[in-house]
RNA sequence: GGGGCCAUGGUCUAGCCUGGUUAGGAUUCGCGGUUUGGGACCGUGCGGCCACAGUUCGAAUCUGUGUGGCCCCA
């Protein structure tokens, strides 16, 4: 059946339904313990495509993979000052078997506290600088009180990278590279646009200078955060004694960033941004499945249908992930079914194709039948592969920007966040602690509307008042309510 | 973290208020057959009251606790 609920009207339900069982089955959240979730077949292979096409271009900008366990020892998490903020969400393992171990160990709630004190061991001079490794395919564990699948859990996929630099100008330079890379995937290849914020200090990832995030607009108009990047300064350098010897052969502390695409947060927006009433709608690239081919039989002796399509099985397998359902179920079910999961290319054969040696196709994205000559359908598919990631992107691009809001005064900030979805556009003080007590404000007033920060990229000067307390703006922010 | 709703075969649901037959139906699934251009049909079979405690002669139903889910708000 198709889904109950329609994501323009409720996307909440929708949202829990496309996920569940009676939706694409990505998840099963019949497991019984909150906040972690079986990922079911579907799920996972769709996560594994974007997780490798990620890794990938970490690696070509110099990162190389490690593998770290998830048990940490207690007095790793001591060594920080502020990253012990994590410390009241930690799960600890306390006992081995009947015995208590001696040291407590906590299951790692990002990689920080494990990593750092290798980097300490592994690195000893400048040459080895810039260090960067990344993790990918793991999980990772926090104490949250509401969780959601894909969108907040206990324990959720992690991929992390962590760079150790020279100079703090390399840090910079590493800020803008990870949005780059966030770009051209989660962007270019998955069809999911953002903005890309430097986020006010009261925002900061524990223990870092400053935290950069990219910003994905879901479609019940709140942001969630799919990818981030920390200058981590020299605070963890010093706090897990990460030291280089430099070319006048003196000790330095390095200057580092991580660097973590949400890949849950990432997943849920392909869900959410690219999804419609039908179920998924899978950019062709991570599709697991990129061409299902449906036969139309009326004779149980109809060979050629069968025939037909195992001529384009053959045919297409050698460039495309393709299925061919010659399953029991009546071509209804089938397309039906297909839709659900977000195969971006359905190709259907019936007697009158095989006479007329013609094929008919449907893009998922706009479930419009074409028939086309047989001879044309390579050429077809190959144009399929970028036009509907050209058409879930430019969709995706206009719903973020017809839902970016400019605001002059408080009132009218408050009206527009109250009423609409999405962000607001808005002239503010200040973004260090100073301007604190203005974002509480707005944040009281709009049930929630968060200051999300200044854009990366923007180099311009503001003028003006703040919206909040009038005092000179020093910054055009963003505010939006947020997951 | 706060509030609300809820938990019955794989899925959806009736029964619960007012305790008492073998927990009813739909769908899915398996088998046999007829079918196949947007979720076909007939026959047949498998499968269930979230957990624990309490009240009771008797609990899906009442009470408590726990666990989990969903929605709204922080």
Same mark, same amino acid.
């Given at each position: 059946?198709?889904?109950?609920? +329609?994501?323009?009207?409720?996307?909440?339900?929708?949202?829990?339904?496309?996920? *569940?069982?009676?939706?694409?089955?990505?998840?099963?959240?019949?497991?019984?313990?909150?906040?972690?979730? @079986?990922?079911?077949?579907?799920?996972?292979?769709?996560?594994?495509?974007?997780?490798?096409?990620?890794?990938?271009?970490?690696?070509?900008?110099?990162?190389?993979?490690?593998?770290?366990?998830?048990?940490?020892?207690?007095?790793?998490?001591?060594?920080?000052?502020?990253?012990?903020?994590?410390?009241?969400?930690?799960?600890?393992?306390?006992?081995? !078997?009947?015995?208590?171990?001696?040291?407590?160990?906590?299951?790692? @709630?990002?990689?920080?506290?494990?990593?750092?004190?290798?980097?300490?061991?592994?690195?000893?001079?400048? +040459?080895?600088?810039?260090?960067?490794?990344?993790?990918?395919?793991?999980?990772?564990?926090?104490?949250?009180?509401?969780?959601? %699948?894909?969108?907040?859990?206990?324990?959720?996929?992690?991929?992390?990278?962590?760079?150790?630099?020279?100079?703090?100008?390399?840090?910079?330079?590493?800020?803008?590279?990870?949005?780059?890379?966030?770009?051209?995937?989660?962007?270019?290849?998955?069809?999911?646009?953002?903005?890309?914020?430097?986020? @006010?200090?009261?925002?900061?990832?524990?223990?870092?200078?400053?935290?950069?995030?990219?910003?994905?607009?879901?479609?019940?108009? +709140?942001?969630?955060?799919?990818?981030?990047?920390?200058?981590? *300064?020299?605070?963890? =350098?010093? #706090?897990?004694?990460?030291?280089?010897?430099?070319?006048?052969? +003196?000790?330095?502390?390095?200057?580092?960033?991580?660097?973590?695409?949400?890949?849950?947060?990432?997943?849920? #927006?392909?869900? !959410?941004?690219? *999804?419609?009433?039908? !179920?998924?709608?899978? @950019?062709?690239?991570?599709? /697991?499945?990129?061409?299902?081919?449906? %036969?139309?039989?009326?004779?149980?002796?109809?060979?050629?249908?069968?025939?037909?399509?195992?001529?384009?099985?053959?045919?297409?397998?050698?460039?495309?992930?393709?299925?061919?359902?010659?399953?029991?179920?009546?071509?209804?079910?089938?397309?039906?079914?297909?839709?659900?999961?977000?195969?971006?290319?359905?190709?259907?054969?019936? /007697?009158?194709?095989?006479?007329?040696?013609?094929?008919?196709?449907?893009?998922?994205?706009?479930?419009?039948?074409?028939?086309?000559?047989?001879?044309?359908?390579?050429?077809?598919?190959?144009?399929?592969?970028?036009?509907?990631?050209?058409?879930?992107? $430019?969709?995706? $691009?206009?719903?973020?920007?017809?839902?970016?809001?400019?605001?002059?005064?408080?009132?009218?900030?408050?009206?527009?966040?109250?009423?609409?979805?999405?962000?607001?556009?808005?002239?503010?003080?200040?973004?260090?602690?100073?301007?604190?007590?203005?974002?509480?404000?707005?944040?009281?007033?709009?049930?929630?509307?968060?200051?999300? *920060?200044?854009?990366?990229?923007?180099?311009?000067?503001?003028?003006?008042?703040?919206?909040?307390?009038?005092?000179? =703006?020093?910054?055009?922010?963003?505010?939006?309510?947020?997951?």
């Amino acid at each position: 059946m198709a889904l109950k609920n +329609k994501k323009s009207q409720n996307f909440s339900e929708w949202y829990t339904e496309i996920t *569940g069982e009676n939706g694409a089955k990505l998840v099963d959240m019949r497991y019984g313990v909150q906040g972690f979730v @079986p990922h079911r077949t579907w799920s996972v292979q769709i996560i594994r495509r974007f997780e490798a096409l990620l890794e990938q271009q970490v690696e070509k900008d110099g990162y190389s993979p490690i593998l770290l366990p998830l048990l940490i020892p207690e007095e790793n998490i001591k060594k920080e000052k502020e990253h012990v903020e994590f410390a009241p969400e930690l799960f600890w393992v306390e006992r081995m !078997g009947k015995t208590k171990l001696e040291t407590p160990l906590y299951l790692r @709630p990002t990689g920080e506290s494990q990593i750092y004190p290798l980097y300490s061991l592994w690195i000893r001079s400048w +040459k080895d600088l810039p260090w960067k490794n990344y993790q990918s395919r793991i999980t990772t564990y926090r104490g949250e009180s509401t969780t959601r %699948p894909f969108l907040r859990g206990r324990e959720f996929i992690f991929f992390e990278t962590h760079a150790v630099f020279e100079t703090n100008e390399e840090v910079l330079k590493q800020v803008e590279k990870d949005m780059q890379i966030t770009s051209e995937i989660i962007t270019g290849e998955l069809g999911l646009p953002f903005l890309y914020f430097k986020r @006010p200090s009261w925002d900061k990832f524990a223990g870092a200078d400053d935290t950069y995030g990219a910003d994905c607009l879901m479609p019940d108009g +709140k942001v969630s955060q799919i990818a981030s990047t920390h200058d981590l *300064g020299q605070r963890f =350098a010093k #706090a897990y004694n990460v030291k280089f010897i430099d070319q006048n052969e +003196k000790s330095q502390f390095g200057y580092q960033t991580c660097f973590g695409p949400g890949i849950w947060r990432i997943m849920a #927006a392909i869900i !959410g941004v690219h *999804g419609d009433d039908f !179920g998924l709608v899978l @950019p062709f690239k991570i599709a /697991p499945i990129q061409i299902v081919i449906v %036969p139309i039989v009326f004779e149980k002796n109809d060979k050629a249908v069968d025939r037909k399509c195992k001529e384009l099985e053959k045919k297409l397998s050698k460039q495309y992930r393709v299925k061919y359902d010659n399953s029991d179920n009546k071509p209804g079910w089938k397309y039906n079914e297909w839709e659900m999961l977000g195969v971006p290319v359905r190709i259907e054969v019936g /007697p009158k194709e095989v006479k007329a040696k013609k094929i008919t196709i449907v893009r998922r994205d706009i479930r419009k039948r074409e028939t086309i000559a047989e001879k044309q359908l390579e050429r077809k598919i190959k144009s399929y592969e970028s036009v509907i990631l050209k058409s879930i992107s $430019e969709n995706a $691009e206009k719903f973020l920007r017809e839902n970016i809001k400019e605001a002059n005064t408080f009132e009218h900030l408050v009206k527009i966040l109250n009423t609409n979805k999405g962000l607001v556009k808005t002239k503010f003080c200040a973004l260090d602690k100073s301007g604190e007590k203005c974002a509480d404000k707005i944040q009281q007033a709009t049930d929630g509307g968060k200051v999300r *920060g200044m854009l990366f990229d923007d180099k311009s000067r503001a003028s003006g008042k703040c919206v909040v307390c009038s005092k000179k =703006a020093t910054a055009t922010v963003y505010i939006a309510k947020s997951y």
